[in-house]
């Protein structure tokens, strides 16, 4: 039996979650039409200890987002369905931003071009039928990325790049650990383009993305 990996972006944002249609709602129903046996979670597997340990849900840091408590751990409960946190942060440089280290003046004007970004990113928000997987999406935050790669090599090599390589090993083990299960990777819809990059290597699995 072939092993079936899904990719789901989300938007993690509530305001964005109502503006651009992708209501918690929409989630449930894209996970119950995938029908997982495994869920990859952004979550640290620290703040997924604390979770099991103590029952909070909002992590080590509170950086938990909320479809996690609201929805998806409820789910993998009920369903029984397994939870794997695959997301890496080093806790001393969690706060860390790309435009730190520069001075006032650069800091605004990067923030302002950042903004263009994100407004190109959401002008494709319904390129697809799920708000934010699309190839235009990632296509457009691939080229995000790779602009703030330029600009701040040292924090994105850090913040973006080592966490993917981390979060994609801890994917990957769970494909070995459970051949021939429905396997869905949840995260913000950012991490897309890099997933399916990276998955789309294998040809041992089926890849699903987007999930319609």
Known sequence: MVTVVGILGVTHDPEMQAKYHYPLSLMQELIQ?????????????????LYVETGE?????????????????PYCARHGVKFMP???FEEDVF?????DQFDAEAQHRLELELAQWNHKQ???????RVPFNSS???????A???WLQEVNPEVQNILWNARHYIMLARVNNAITEHPG????????????YWYKRALGKRSDIQLVYPLR
């Open 86 to 88: 695959v997301n890496w």
């Open 122 to 128: 959401m002008a494709t928000w319904n390129h697809g």
């Open 57 to 73: 849900p909002y992590g080590i840091f509170g950086e938990i987002q909320e479809e996690y408590p609201r929805l998806i751990f």
């Open 33 to 49: 039409e995938f029908a997982p046996d495994v869920i990859c979670g952004e979550v640290h597997p620290q703040s997924w200890r």
């Open 95 to 99: 706060d860390v931003g790309p435009f």
């Open 136 to 142: 235009a999406y990632d296509e457009v935050t691939q």
């Open 181 to 192: 299960a429905r396997i869905l990777c949840v995260h913000g819809a950012d991490h897309n």
């Open 144 to 146: 995000l990325y790779a």
